[in-house]
């Protein structure tokens, strides 16, 4: 195998090309790309000087769905992101090497791409019993993470798991588990979820690589453009809550006409996605059209939320913009404890999105401060 | 010459787990399995709704989801007396075949294939040459020189990158790789198509469970609905939709899946008589037709086989407490009335007690405590699981489907039925599984059809919802096959909520440590007699683990005689 070379111009010109060619390929490549004469240069600077980026995707304290989830993707389908778009180095679910060949290419990565690569969490920490809970190689999970972070350039907390601890942080969570940001001191972009959809994690590396930068985030670290909405106000059922029709028992006459879930114990008023708009398999559907209600997997400390099909006290007759503070704090006031700590992320979470137009993405180190307060 | 290698992460897995051995003279010796990760889901799960169980209980496995749901699903209408729905027996069945189609393809395209298929070696492939062999295989559509050509052309641009990516450090090169240039531009172009094709079979949980991974599930039934009144129900355009997913379906895997398994294959029959390990085999069955409670309606039969002894089945009852129960005489767990007693899991308790070396380590100790799985056994024999358990159980049984099939893979392969007691066969048991499943899969779908044409459209059974029916005290179980084995969660429930909670997965059956016997595990004897062409490159201990499909991440320790570790192996 040959030595791994930083740009497609060192390859053609160690493959005997000219410099003419290579710029008649990239006058090519950029009128492929739709782009005019005068882009040339820009296309030829681009594959000078850029390689593909680097990413390392670490697993800890997880069961995989976020790495299948990925492997869902659609636009860009998974293999134009694996071989085109980014050069992923490490990864235990899917790289060819084992053992200490695996271990290498993340090591090599982090000394050679140092301060460059891109690094993505699955999973969340245990930091229980030393480390003993959840080891690689015969490394614990939280030393092998703390060295990884340290080099990146950003960092992406995959899922629930590393956003949030998850179901592995439910109580009495035996293995103290820990979310990723609470142990690094790195900004770090949550995409929770359990797991995140697919097409949504595809677009948050393609935002990276196609604006040069994170997408912009709320106060709890996600980016704003897929989980700035609750799952409620763009729901299709939305209509029939407002309307006050609703399923009241599994299979019911309510339930084949497609009314809304929230006396099932639907979630969908206090939980932040995307699913409503972007669904799920292509588009394929998502929980609420297939007849569950929303249970909430991309909340924090959904788990001890449960139980699941608990009927909601209900809020009726706020307007869309109104109706996520509204109905946490009723929740808050009413129902059980976990709720209302719920209610209080929730306001926290509500500030920013209110004043959108002026604030600037918060890192997710601010959570704490922000919660602290 | 003895020496003992350490592969940790063994990759192309899920999950976390290491695996200790010897090799002697280019053979393993001896050789241990140790699960490196543990969360304590069954302790999280005690006090909660057990209606609730299924989602906590799915989250076991993002890769098996779905069957993790059904189990628990089962394990609570077990408990509280509920049987579901016929047209919610269909949909569970054809998720889970959906589960088992998307799960299989993906194993053998990108869990296993790069054990066998050189990626770097189809560089040199001939593509008009390959659409001949392809063509010759199956009339699938994309075998076309330009196609071929189109594939080698993007991987070798990526190769010249010098980026490689998922390829980096692979073994490539090794001796052990047979296949010719050709037939590893198909394998890797159907690598492609695979990832592409898989996306959408799982479409078929989307549809009825609302996403996948994860699909929702409910006790009682299933959460959708049917009508052909409606837009916000399973209408007409969905029940199309599903259709046509199993159309494609049943062409990927007859034309691309199986015959590109039994062309690989044909270049590694020596591996018929390696990795056989266990001569027992478990199957708990599954696909119901006339409801979960008549285990003779299961298209995939129950059973049990001793001793490779296929001319007798023994019967399987997950609730006899004299048939299975888990040990963890070296397992990182403690039991309150004393370690060295096995518990069946109505009894089964979860406290860790980790007594291993702080990380980071060189080695566990393999004489003592070396795992946080505990060790399963069947009225205390060592059981594999997975594909080639189940194939097995319903050859034995007789089911014509299967054993049509088992006997034209030996027919073509030319081996004999002692084949598949091996590595090879444990690879082809899961394609032969696949095709049966897929054309099962068209039959529960046209039986759906039927039930929805003759006004049928019951979901859910509902007397039991509510809690306050409930009686004081109720316990259950609920067996499934997840697309690795034999899978169940047995539950107790007290006073509305659970009071002990525990699975037995597939992996804790083959992956676990051994006994207090000394008995060793499917993993750990499957690897014994594994030759080692290169301890530097022991791609031959991977084609052996990757062959029961972990469910959890591993890594491999070749120990010499006094278990003192001699060389811990650099891969470069």
């Known amino acids: ?373 | 010459m003895n020496k003992r290698i350490v592969i940790d992460p063994v990759t192309r897995i899920e999950g976390h787990l290491r695996i200790e051995a010897v090799v002697e003279n280019g053979v393993v010796k001896d050789a241990y399995s140790a699960g490196t990760m543990v969360r304590g889901i069954e302790k999280i799960l005690k006090g909660r709704d057990p209606r609730d169980a299924w989602a906590f209980t799915e989250r076991v496995c993002g890769v098996c989801t779905t069957v993790h749901a059904l189990a628990s699903c089962r394990a609570v209408e077990d408990a509280l007396g509920i049987t579901v729905p016929k047209n919610a027996e269909l949909v569970r069945n054809l998720m889970f075949c959906a589960q088992y189609l998307q799960d299989h393809v993906v194993h053998f395209y990108h869990l296993h294939a790069l054990d066998w298929v050189d990626v770097v070696s189809m560089l040199k492939a001939d593509p008009a040459a390959a659409s001949k062999i392809a063509q010759s295989l199956s009339p699938w559509p994309k075998s076309n020189p330009g196609h071929f050509a189109a594939v080698q052309q993007r991987l070798r641009k990526y190769v010249e990158s010098g980026q490689l990516g998922i390829f980096a450090n692979g073994y490539w090169g090794h001796k052990a790789y047979k296949l010719p240039p050709e037939v590893n531009l198909i394998a890797v172009s159907h690598y492609l198509d695979a990832l592409e094709w898989q996306k959408d079979i799982v479409k078929i949980h989307a549809i009825f469970g609302g996403k996948n991974p994860h699909p929702n599930y409910l006790v009682g039934g299933v959460p959708c609905s049917f009508s052909t009144e409606e837009v916000g129900a399973i209408n007409t355009e969905r029940l199309n939709h599903v259709a046509s997913l199993i159309k494609d379906a049943i062409a990927f895997v007859e034309q691309v899946y199986v015959p590109d398994l039994l062309a690989v294959a044909s270049f590694y029959k020596d591996w018929g008589a390696i990795g056989g390990g266990l001569e027992n085999y478990l199957a708990y069955g599954d696909l119901p037709t006339r409801g979960y409670g008549d285990v003779s309606s299961f298209l995939l039969p129950r059973g049990a086989i001793l001793g490779r002894n296929l001319n007798e089945v023994h019967e399987v009852n997950g609730k006899n407490e004299e048939e299975i129960r888990e040990y963890i005489s070296h397992s990182w767990y403690r039991y309150a009335g004393g370690d060295d007693k096995g518990l069946h899991p109505w009894k089964g308790e979860t406290e860790f007690a980790y007594t291993g070396p702080k990380p980071p380590y060189e080695q566990l100790d393999v004489e003592g405590r070396y795992s946080w799985l505990k060790t399963p056994r069947w009225k205390d024999h060592p059981m594999e699981v997975g594909p080639l358990a189940r194939m097995l159980v319903a050859y034995a049984k007789g089911n014509t489907d299967v054993k049509e099939l088992v006997g034209a893979v030996l027919k073509k392969l030319d081996v004999p039925v002692t084949a598949l007691f091996s590595t090879l066969g444990r690879t082809a048991a899961r394609g032969v599984e696949t095709q049966v499943v897929a054309h099962w899969m068209k039959g529960f779908f046209d039986e759906l059809i039927g039930n929805i044409r003759n006004g049928e459209l019951r979901t859910h059974t509902r007397h039991a919802w509510d809690p306050a029916t409930w009686p004081a005290e109720a316990q259950g179980v609920g067996l499934t096959e997840a697309p690795r084995g034999a899978l169940a969660h047995w539950i107790r429930i007290k006073d509305k909520a659970i009071d002990n909670y525990q699975l037995v997965v597939p992996s804790t059956w083959n992956a676990s440590p051994r006994d207090g016997k000394g008995q060793r595990s499917s993993y750990e004897a499957a690897l014994i007699g594994t030759p080692v062409a290169n301890v530097d490159q022991p791609v031959e201990i991977l084609r052996t683990i990757h062959s029961f499909d972990p469910c959890l991440a591993c890594a491999v320790h070749l120990y010499d005689p006094d278990g003192r570790q001699i060389h811990q192996v650099q891969f470069n």
Not at chain 1, 260 to 272: E, N, Q
């Open chain 1, 1 to 373: 195998m040959s030595e791994p070379r930083e740009t497609l111009w060192e390859t053609m010109k160690a493959k005997g090309h000219s410099r003419r060619d290579f710029l008649q390929f990239c006058s090519f490549a950029a009128a492929a790309a739709g782009l005019g004469p005068q882009a040339t240069a820009a296309v030829a600077e681009a594959l000078e000087k850029k390689s593909r980026p680097p990413v390392l995707w670490l697993h800890f304290q997880e069961c995989t769905c976020c790495s299948e989830s990925f492997i869902r993707a659609s636009h860009p389908v998974v293999a134009d992101i694996l071989l085109d778009a980014i050069s992923l180095d490490y990864t235990e679910t899917l790289q060819a090497a084992a053992g200490h060949q695996a271990e290498k290419c993340r090591d090599d990565t982090m000394k050679k791409y140092a301060g460059k690569y891109i690094l993505l969490v699955e999973g969340s920490v245990p930091t229980g019993a030393d480390g003993a809970y959840c080891c690689v190689g015969g490394r614990s999970a939280q030393d092998i993470l703390k060295e990884a972070a340290a080099g990146a350039a950003a960092v992406i907390a995959w899922g629930n798991c590393a956003s949030y601890g998850c179901v592995q942080a439910a109580k009495p969570n035996p293995t103290d588990a820990t979310p990723i940001h609470k142990l690094i001191g790195k900004p770090v972009i949550n995409v929770p979820g359990c797991p995140p959809i697919a097409d949504v994690m595809a677009a948050v590396i393609v935002h990276l690589l196609l604006f040069g930068r994170g997408p912009e985030l709320d106060a709890q670290g996600r980016p704003r453009e897929f989980y700035g909405r609750r799952v409620h106000d763009t729901c299709y059922r939305r209509p029939y809550y407002d309307a006050g029709m609703f399923v009241d028992a599994w299979d019911d006459e309510g339930a084949r006409k497609g009314y809304c879930l929230f006396h099932m114990g639907c979630r969908g008023p206090v939980t932040y996605n995307a699913c409503a708009v972007t669904k799920w398999n292509q588009s394929t559907s998502y929980p609420i059209q297939s007849g569950h209600g929303c249970i909430g997997c991309s909340e924090n400390g959904f788990w001890d939320a449960s139980p699941f099909y608990r009927h909601q006290p209900m809020v009726q007759g706020f307007a869309i913009e109104r109706t996520a503070d509204a109905i946490g704090a009723a929740l808050g006031v009413g129902v059980a404890v976990g709720v209302a700590a719920h209610a209080v992320t929730t306001n926290i979470r509500k500030r920013p999105v209110i004043s959108e137009t002026v604030k600037e993405s918060a890192p997710a180190g601010q959570v704490e401060e922000e919660e602290a307060k």
